[in-house]
């Protein structure tokens, strides 16, 4: 069983930076891909960028150019840079682990914009 946890979530304003981090409790190399989700209040999750084993990525549209994902295979660590931080990217941040046919979830971890 795998133990994904997350932190560095937290209040920040306007235009300001957060990085989450998403820590697992064994080898994340031979991980199929690992990835961000948000779940804002009233509205379902929504994926927000995954990461594969050949450190490939991806993201939903609403954070290109905003957000980062990378991976620190020897630190068995996943991170999100978010810069120019919206009001709309209020949610509950989940980082998800698949290694072939199994799905781990984070507890997840709060981030708040606003002034």
């Known amino acids: 069983q795998v133990r994904l946890v997350e932190s560095g979530g937290g209040l920040v304003q306007p235009g300001g930076s957060l990085r989450l981090s998403c820590a697992a409790s064994?080898?994340?190399?031979?991980?199929?891909?690992m990835g961000w989700y948000r779940q804002a209040p009233g509205k379902q999750r929504e994926w927000v960028a995954t990461i594969t084993s050949a450190g490939t990525t991806n993201y939903v549209d609403s954070v290109k150019g905003r957000f980062t994902i990378s991976r620190d295979n020897a630190k068995n660590t996943m991170y999100l840079q978010m810069n120019s931080l919206k009001s709309e990217d209020t949610a509950v941040y989940y980082c998800k682990s698949v290694w072939e046919n199994t799905v781990n979830w984070g507890q997840g971890t709060q981030v708040t914009v606003s002034s």
């Open positions: 064994t080898n994340i190399v031979s991980f199929n891909f």
